[in-house]
């Protein structure tokens, strides 16, 4: 049914669906399935969306505390509802595969540098990486990253919908990480980050061991509401 719905010919077209339902404790759970019906990692953008329809629904106000996957979130959103402040997993463990940086975000990313990124074929590149020996039995999100003013360039090729997706959430945040590590940089950051659907902004403490603070930061704006009806 998942796949059905997410499907960009047959169905609504999507890169994955989350439910938002009542969990004790908290003002809701995220529940996220990938394009492929499979349930899903943390997704970080999504994470931003549902705080934004969460607003939308009237469930929370400025300031939330929900579930996902990967445990407990804290975000905060804007008066207009357009701008969603997202606080991510502390991430201690970073290491490296050859020239790239390999980490876990909530989702596990592989980051890796490139050049003339706009021309590059990401879905070849990333297939390749997230099929070869090392991640082909649990996948990983393939991130390529090119310098661009004060910030990066990111293109994301996602595990799950296994093509390019136009933003990824974990994905820039594991590409600020590792950017810190690589250029030695410690305190406090902000890593502004261009993808293909928009600008994101990352802030985090790193102390030289331990990633903390980290909050992945952002627009979401509703596009449209309906209503499928879904078969047997």
Known sequence: MIAGLCDRRFGIGADG??????????????????ADGQPSSMCGNGGRCI???????????AE??????????????????DWVSLQMIDVADIHKDEEAYVLNTGSPHYVAFATDL??????ADGYAVRNND???????????V????EGYFVRTFERGVEDETYACGTGVTAVALAMAKHHNQTGSIQTPIKVLGGDLNIRFNYDGNRFSDI????????V?????????
């Open 146 to 149: 090119e310098p661009s003013r």
């Open 17 to 34: 669906i989350m439910f938002l339902q009542n969990k004790d404790g908290y003002d809701f759970e995220m529940v996220y399935y990938n």
């Open 64 to 81: 939330t505390d929900f579930l996902a996957v990967d445990g407990p979130h804290h975000a905060k959103i804007s008066a207009t509802g």
């Open 134 to 144: 090392t991640y082909k039995a649990n996948g990983i999100n393939v991130n390529f």
């Open 118 to 123: 706009a021309n590059k074929n990401v879905y």
């Open 51 to 61: 705080v934004a329809f969460a607003k939308f629904l009237g469930i929370i106000d």
């Open 224 to 232: 449209f509401e309906g209503d499928v009806e879904i078969g047997d």
């Open 215 to 222: 909050f992945l930061e952002g627009p979401a704006k509703l």
